[in-house]
């Protein structure tokens, strides 16, 4: 046995993300998303599943936060549906959209539970859509303004603001490969989009300073670090061309590098910036969040679009498929302690795991528990990684479970459980498995396995 510690003040959390999470899509006045359209194409969601009710936690929300401070969660990431908001994307500001936010937190407040809102985790107005989307620079007025009314309405009760979620995913999933909404196939559209989630995310910081509040504002990542598939030179450089792509287009930029030579040369792909556009992505940022599920090894390969392709691990996989590789957490820590260190004129850029799980077809068995064994192991070894890299001193500050409940695993449906908690979603039953104790346990200084 091993016994693990954590800086007194880590922050323990858990993620959720409100079209996954919130149901309640007609009402209190929300508008229309892109996953509402999204998931009502044939075929583009497993079983044509959507959000529509999802885990009720529109209604359920305080019943939903009693169970974190059971647990001992410290702070609830949670984003803002932007239609509930502004339910065209732009125009009318929806107050009861911001009530329900208000009355989210003040419900965490009761148990002293930090609010950690993400401005955007992929629920786009569908008419925002309509005029391009991510692909459009329109889209950066749409943002600015949103963001804004965010910070004003509810920067009171917010304790740590995160701008975007995954821009990889938003970019690449829905305007590349199209899996995710809106569901686009298109290079140059992927790459502009990319562009414009970096520009906004400096938008809403600098609109967030101008409005003086206090509370940290960084953004989540989900990076690539990988290895290559063999040893040969070509594999090498493969990983070169992965980090590039899908890692470095989104950190260098907001670290005021610009973008990637292998990518505007070698691949020849350029980005729609205008002057004074790399200023205002790079706007010191008070932390870095990352999301971490598993790692593959790269392979070159020439046919494939930018030179690399992602091979199978010889390690074990979740129901996703994804290999369970905590060693490969612990690299990306290391590398991004290392990256970002001095940027802004500051020693180190807090980190936080602002995601981090694993999905198992969970049952409730006949003792009316969730005996999620998997999940537990999968926990240790990822837990036993962050305290291993905070001894080393990297800043790691805090660790966010993916997710609180299951819920809509975006194109794969309700049939990917990656809850602590779970879900009946005839009855709407929470009910927390084998693992929220096992967190509860960790999180009061029992971490011993
Ligand atoms: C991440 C997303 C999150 C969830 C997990 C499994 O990419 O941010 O919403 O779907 O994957």
Redesign the pocket.
Known sequence: MEKYTFPGDFVWGSAT?SY?VEGAIREGGRGESIWDTFARKPGAVYAGENGDVACDHYHRYAEDIALMAEIGLKSYRFSIAWPRIIPDGTGKVNPEGIAFYRKLCEELRKYNIAACATLY?WDLPQPLEDAGGWADRSILSAFETYAKVCFQELGDMVDTWITI??PY?IAYHGYLRGFHAPGHRDTNKALAAVHHLNMAHGIAVREYRKLGLQAPIGITW?LVTPRPATASAADAKAVTYAMAFDTDVFTLPCLGRGYPELVTKDLQYSFPVKDGDFEAIAQPIDFIGI?Y?AESPVAADDSAPHKFTYKPSWHEVTAMGWPIVPGGLERQLIWLADLTKGAFGKAEIPIYIT?NGCAYNDEVSADGKVHDRKRIEYLQQHLAVCANVIQKGIPLKGYYV?SLLDNF??SYGYTKR?GIIHVDYKTQKRTPKDSAYFLRDVIAGFAEW
């Open positions: 993300a996954q985790h979620n995954e995913c989900n999301n599920y995601e993916w695993e975006w990656f």
